[in-house]
């Protein structure tokens, strides 16, 4: 299997800076068994920070995407797997729907403390980051965010989200309209990692051809992993998040795209947080 990774280097769907410089930290003296490395700047914007903005950098995002979106779409074109590297998990619309334009039906494995489930009706922050999981399943009053692909969405009964436990009151009810399953960081806790992931691998799996899988960094406790933009506090341990990918692993063959997002190596202390996101990206790579 060959490997490309994809710098998603923007930090455009969040009001706090740093995430567009994720990407660059986690590879930074990591050697890893990769065919090849591509790179998606963001424009240098005055970007907006505006709390009563509630489309927040709606226009440099949107080209941000496209550009990620049209790079891996190459990247897919020569059969390799794309890995992409956040940024804020805004950069997952373009990485997910460029791999569903590829494979044309596959089922998403969200692992995030919050939904992303909100769309410009129900967002409260105006931070575009909020909205990826509903555009990616073309959720109501998401289009805005997606104008870039023509093609298809991920299925809601084919999306699973696992480690939430930030959910806002009417993102929610947008969950439960599109039928998504939720596995809480207390589901985690309770029934293990192994029993979550298998039954999140079955519903992504039913009668698609592959998983995208999104893996935000901040479902883990920010007491453990600080270096993230929105912490979420009482989240999954260290030790529960390598589970997590080494079920991944387990899965690889079935698995056509991944994320890693959400790195935010301004808020770091001790680099506690790369070490975590290098680790993870090992894991799967070599």
Known sequence: ???????????????????????????????????????????NVNKSLDINDKEKNLVSLNKFNEELYNVIKESLSSNSLPITLGGDHSVVIASALASISKHKNLGVIWIDSH???????????????????????????TQKLSCFHKENFYNPKNSVLIGAR???????????????????????????????????????????????????????????APGVSIPA??????????????????????????????YNPDTDIDNKTMIIAQNLLKKFIN
Do not use: Q, R
């Open 1 to 43: 299997m060959k490997i490309d990774l994809i710098n998603a280097c923007s930090d455009l769907g969040v009001h706090v800076n740093g995430s567009d410089k994720g990407p660059n930290f986690i590879l930074d003296n990591n050697k890893l068994k990769i065919n090849k490395i591509y790179s998606v700047k963001k424009d």
């Open 115 to 141: 939904g992303d489930y909100n769309n410009f009706e129900t967002t409260i922050s105006g931070n575009l980051h909020g909205l990826p999981f509903a555009t990616i399943t073309n959720f109501k009053d």
């Open 166 to 224: 930030d959910l806002d009151e009417l993102e929610i009810k947008n969950l439960e309209e599109a039928g998504i399953k939720i596995f809480t960081t207390d589901d985690i806790k309770e029934y293990g990692v192994s029993y979550v992931m298998d039954k999140a691998f079955k519903i992504a799996s039913n009668n698609t051809i592959g998983v995208h899988i999104s893996y935000d960094i901040d479902v883990i406790d920010p007491k453990l």
């Open 233 to 262: 506090i009482n989240g999954i341990n260290i030790d529960e998040a390598y589970e997590i990918m080494d079920e991944i692993v387990k899965n690889k063959e079935n698995i056509k795209s991944l994320d890693l997002v959400e």
